[in-house]
């Protein structure tokens, strides 16, 4: 006698065969905590990666210090990209990532930013000494390595003093370009990643700051917790590739060191 299959079980194997699939049929993705300076540059490193390996990049931005400690409470993300090598290196000696060491991909470069329509234009650094210019814009040096490096730079330069009523600390280097950008402070120490994008480039000017601060050497590290680490690995090897690298200069960031 021939046995009938129970309309409930073929109803179960139906559903299993579509979520298959939809799964098949999904993009991957990888997601990548990124330090608050790459925020004009990952869309077109993500829209380069998705057509070269047919994975998504989801991105979240904030400061390196504070990325940092989101990954240590147990953040999921399959990338961190800092901007700098201490806070990934806190990863690395806390058994939280793939790498012993972390992975050099580009170095930052500080600059001056201001509105063209800024009391503070035309742009000089002793600019920032005169009465002119009220407000600073800088990066929150407790979290942002880019804070750090407007810290080191106006020390070096003999600005401490004359500047230091005039500073309003951001969270990180993208609020502090807000800041500026808005006008709540008439210049800003700012990533050239950001000053160098299309839309800060049409509304203000910039200059570099000459190198008296200590090297920005942003790296990289993929997390232990990533269940897509072979992928995370291949985005960090993609993105220190001779062609990536060379497009990386063209938006703000100097080569790895």
Not at 45 to 55: F, K, N, P, V
Not at 168 to 178: D, S, Y
Request: aromatic residues 6%; neutral net charge.
């Amino acid at each position: 006698m021939r046995r009938s299959v129970p309309l409930r079980a073929l109803l179960t194997l139906a559903l299993l065969v579509v979520l298959s699939a939809i799964a098949q049929g999904q993009t991957k993705e990888l997601h990548i905590a990124a330090a608050a300076d790459l925020q004009p540059v990952m869309p077109t490193l993500a829209q380069a990666y998705e057509h070269a390996t047919g994975i998504k990049i989801v991105a979240s931005f904030g400061s390196t210090a504070t990325l940092t400690q989101q990954l240590m409470n147990g953040d999921p993300q399959d990338v961190f990209l800092a901007a700098d090598f201490t806070h990934p290196e806190q990863l690395v000696a806390a058994n939280l990532t793939v790498e012993h060491s972390p992975v050099p991909y580009a170095s930052g470069v500080l600059v001056l930013w201001a509105r063209k329509d800024s009391p503070a234009q035309p742009l000089t650094l002793d600019v920032l000494a005169e009465p002119r210019v009220q407000k600073i814009a800088v990066a929150n040096d407790q979290h942002a390595p880019y804070g750090v490096a407007a810290t080191k730079a106006l020390a070096a330069l003999h600005l401490t003093d004359k500047v230091a009523g005039k500073l309003v600390v951001a969270e990180n280097i993208a609020q502090t370009a807000q800041f500026a950008e808005s006008g709540n402070a008439q210049v800003g120490l700012i990533s050239l990643t950001i000053a160098s994008s299309p839309h800060f480039r049409e509304i203000g000017s910039y200059i570099r700051f000459p190198r008296v601060y200590p090297a920005i050497r942003q790296c990289g590290v993929t997390l232990k917790s990533s269940k897509n680490q072979s992928e995370a690995q291949d985005f960090l090897r993609w993105l220190t590739s001779n062609d990536v690298q060379a497009k990386l200069q063209t938006m703000g960031l100097d080569p790895a060191s």
